[in-house]
């Protein structure tokens, strides 16, 4: 097996996570801006490829896999036992909406 000592295996693992998760639960960001979610991404990933440049690789995927327990602790706990929410398809949605603070009346003009 060959051993990759360049970043771009931090980008490319940093960027499949993120990929599967917008198409997976990405329904749960449906009116957060792009650009929070391009920034976001982007803030991870310039963490990731900093801790894994400095520190080393085995630290930055230990960051990573710390940093996903919180998505999985929001999504299979907090939600659904602590909102009453389901963790899952984000329903009911005005539940979900009122506790992200956004408008529910989606389809009104502007």
């Known amino acids: 097996m060959e051993i990759t000592t360049s ?3 931090e980008v490319s693992i940093v960027s499949i996570i993120f990929t599967i998760g ?6 749960f960001e449906e009116q957060t ?3 929070r ?9 310039l963490l990731i490829c900093c801790i894994s440049y400095f520190f080393g690789r085995k630290y930055a995927f230990i960051l990573l896999g710390i940093l996903l327990l919180f998505p999985i ?5 907090h939600l659904p036992y602590k ?7 984000g329903e009911p949605k005005s539940k ?3 506790l992200r603070g956004w408008d529910k009346d989606v ?4």
């Open 22 to 27: 917008n198409i997976v639960i990405g329904h």
């Open 7 to 9: 970043l771009w295996f």
């Open 33 to 35: 801006p792009r650009i």
């Open 83 to 89: 909102k009453g929410i389901n963790g899952w398809t």
């Open 107 to 110: 389809f009104k003009e502007k």
């Open 37 to 45: 979610r391009i920034l976001k991404y982007l803030f991870i990933l």
């Open 73 to 77: 602790y929001i999504h299979a706990y």
């Open 96 to 98: 979900y909406y009122d």
